[in-house]
Nanobody, 119 residues
Framework: QVQLVESGGGLVQPGGSLRLSCAASGSILNIYREGWYRQAPGKQREWVAAITTGGSTNYVDSVKGRFTISRDNAKNTVYLQMNSLQAEDTAVYYC?????????????WGQGTQVTVSS
């Protein structure tokens, strides 16, 4: 009942920047946390960042100081600003939304967007 549409991926030079967007629609009132995972070819899926409805943020150590997650409530959109990108950041990035309705919890996923960092 929650649809997430991602955009903003692409090819960028090492040291460059990119901003990913994740727009939510549907039954969004019960979303309490949103964020991103990423998965590089041949590697496990890795959690990257998350933000709660209260604005609290968390990041995996490897992106701290380089990535910033934020939310525009008017647009129901979460952003991931990625600076100082390196080759190891190359992956498909998937946004997600955690939804809680009383005691039930669900996770919804975006379709994924490719980020490639290469010279």
């Amino acid at each position: 009942q929650v649809q997430l549409v991602e955009s903003g991926g692409g090819l960028v030079q090492p040291g460059g920047s990119l901003r990913l967007s994740c727009a939510a629609s549907g039954s969004i009132l019960n979303i309490y946390r949103e964020g991103w995972y990423r998965q590089a070819p041949g590697k496990q899926r890795e959690w990257v960042a998350a933000i709660t409805t209260g604005g609290s943020t968390n990041y995996v150590d490897s992106v701290k100081g380089r990535f910033t997650i934020s939310r525009d409530n008017a647009k129901n959109t979460v952003y991931l600003q990625m600076n100082s990108l390196q080759a190891e950041d190359t992956a498909v990035y998937y946004c997600y939304a955690e939804v809680g309705i009383r005691l039930n919890n669900l996770v919804y996923w975006g379709q994924g967007t490719q980020v490639t960092v290469s010279s």
